[in-house]
C-alpha cells in the first residue's frame, strides 16, 4: 500500500470515527431525553390516578425499552396501577416478575409486600407469611416493613395465635408510629387487648332476690350494657338463680392527648385500646386536666346557638345531631360524643367537646361509668 493510498484510508477512518462521536454526543442526548420524558409522562398519569391510562403507557414504554435503567421502575408503576384497577392476578404477576428480574431494586421491598398483601387476599396464607417474614427480617430500615408486620399480625390473628399477633401489632405502634399501617394495627391490637381484658377480669354473678342491673353494675363499677352483653341478656329483665357474666371495672381510666388527638382506655396505667378523636380547635381548646364521668346519655339533645348554626334544640336521632349516638360528660358543657363529622377525627376541629366514631364512642359508654377518672394532656 503506497503512502497515499494509506494517508486516504487514515482520513476515512477519522471521519468515520467523528461521524461516530457526532451521533453519540447529539444523538444520543436526543434518545436519552426522548425516554425521559416518556417514563415522566408515565409517571405523570400514574400520580394523578389515571391508571389504565399508566397502564397504556407502561406497558408501551416497557416494550420499546426493556433494558433502559427506568423499565424496573415501570415495572413498579404498572404494577401498582394494575392493582389500583383490581386486577389483582395481572398485579401480582408483575410484582412476582419484579422480585425476579430485579433483585437489586429499590422496590423490591414493596414487591415482596404487595406480592405477600395479594396472597393474603387470596387466602395463600401461608405463602403470604413467607412473604411478610422475609421483609421483616432483611428490610427492617424501610417504611413498608410496618405493613408486612401488620400482615403477619393479621395472619396470626386469623390462626388463633393470639400471642404473636398481639406482638406484631405492637411492632407496628412501637417501632412505626407515624407509618401508614399505625391506624389498622392501633385498632386490631386494642381490640384484641380489650377482649382479653374483658376474659381476664369477668367475674360470675348469681343474681339474687331484689336485685336489678343498676344496682349490680353500680356493686361492680361497671354498666348495665356491659352485663347484658357479657351475660347475652335479651333485655334488662333476670330470674332468681341466673348467673351473669360481670366485670370488674374499678381499675378502668380515660386518658385523652390532644396534641395526638387520641383517647386511651387504660386500667391503672396499663393501655387497653387507643382511639382517634377530633379535640377542641385553637379558638376553642379542649379543657386539659383531671375529671371524672358526671353524666351519661343515649341520644342526647343537642343544643345548637349562633355559633353551631343556631338550630336550637336538636333532638336524639336527627340526623343534624352532632353529638351522635352517646355523650359522656366530664364537664359542664363539655363531654366525649360522637359525630355526625368523620372526616374531623385525628384532627383539631371541635368546639371543645371530644369527638369518636360511632362504634368507638359506644363501646366506650359501655365500659366507664359515672365517676371513671378522665385525665386530659395538652
Known amino acids: 500500500m503506497s503512502i497515499r493510498t494509506l494517508s486516504f484510508f487514515m482520513v476515512g477512518v477519522i471521519l468515520i470515527i467523528i461521524v461516530f462521536i457526532a451521533l453519540f454526543a447529539f444523538v444520543f442526548p436526543i434518545q436519552k431525553r426522548a425516554l425521559t420524558e416518556q417514563f415522566t409522562a408515565c409517571e405523570k398519569s400514574y400520580n394523578d390516578g389515571k391508571y389504565q391510562e399508566a397502564v397504556n403507557l407502561l406497558e408501551t414504554f416497557i416494550k420499546k425499552h426493556p433494558g433502559s435503567k427506568k423499565t424496573s421502575d415501570a415495572y413498579y408503576y404498572l404494577a401498582m396501577s394494575k392493582q389500583k384497577l383490581g386486577d389483582n392476578a395481572g398485579a401480582m404477576d408483575l410484582w412476582g416478575k419484579i422480585i425476579k428480574k430485579y433483585p437489586k431494586s429499590k422496590n423490591i421491598a414493596e414487591a415482596h409486600y404487595y406480592l405477600g398483601y395479594g396472597y393474603e387476599n387470596d387466602k395463600q396464607y401461608d405463602q403470604a407469611e413467607e412473604k411478610y417474614t422475609a421483609i421483616v427480617k432483611n428490610y427492617l430500615d424501610v417504611p413498608i416493613t410496618a405493613g408486612a408486620m401488620l400482615g403477619l399480625g393479621r395472619i396470626y390473628e386469623m390462626k388463633g395465635q393470639e400471642s404473636e399477633a398481639i406482638a406484631s401489632f405492637q411492632n407496628v405502634v412501637d417501632k412505626y408510629p407515624d407509618s401508614e399501617f399505625i391506624k389498622e394495627a392501633e385498632q386490631r391490637l386494642g381490640s384484641i387487648n380489650l377482649n382479653k381484658f374483658l376474659k381476664d377480669n369477668t367475674k360470675t354473678y348469681t343474681v339474687k332476690k331484689g336485685d336489678n342491673l343498676v ?29 351473669l357474666k360481670i366485670l370488674d371495672g374499678s381499675g378502668l381510666n380515660v386518658l385523652i392527648d390532644l396534641t395526638k388527638c387520641k383517647l386511651f382506655l387504660k386500667s391503672g396505667d396499663s393501655i387497653i385500646k387507643r382511639y382517634y378523636v377530633c379535640v377542641g380547635k385553637k379558638e376553642t381548646p379542649t379543657p ?18 349562633s355559633q353551631t348554626g343556631g338550630l336550637g334544640e336538636v333532638p336524639g336521632g336527627d340526623p343534624r345531631n352532632e353529638l351522635g349516638t352517646r355523650w359522656i360528660g366530664f364537664k359542664p358543657s363539655f363531654g366525649v360524643h360522637g359525630t355526625i363529622f368523620s372526616d374531623s377525627i385525628g384532627k383539631a376541629e371541635s368546639h371543645g367537646c371530644v369527638r369518636m366514631n360511632k362504634e368507638d364512642v359506644e363501646e366506650l359508654y359501655d365500659l366507664v361509668t359515672t365517676g371513671t377518672p378522665i385525665k386530659i394532656v395538652p
Do not use: C
Request: glycine share 4%; charged share 15%.
Open 215 to 243: 344496682t349490680i353494675a353500680r356493686n361492680f363499677h361497671t354498666t348495665p350494657e356491659l352485663i347484658i352483653r357479657l351475660s347475652d341478656l335479651k333485655s334488662h329483665s333476670m330470674n332468681i338463680g341466673q348467673t
Open 288 to 305: 386539659s386536666g383531671s375529671y371524672n364521668v358526671i353524666e351519661k346519655m343515649v341520644n342526647p339533645t343537642w343544643f345548637s346557638d
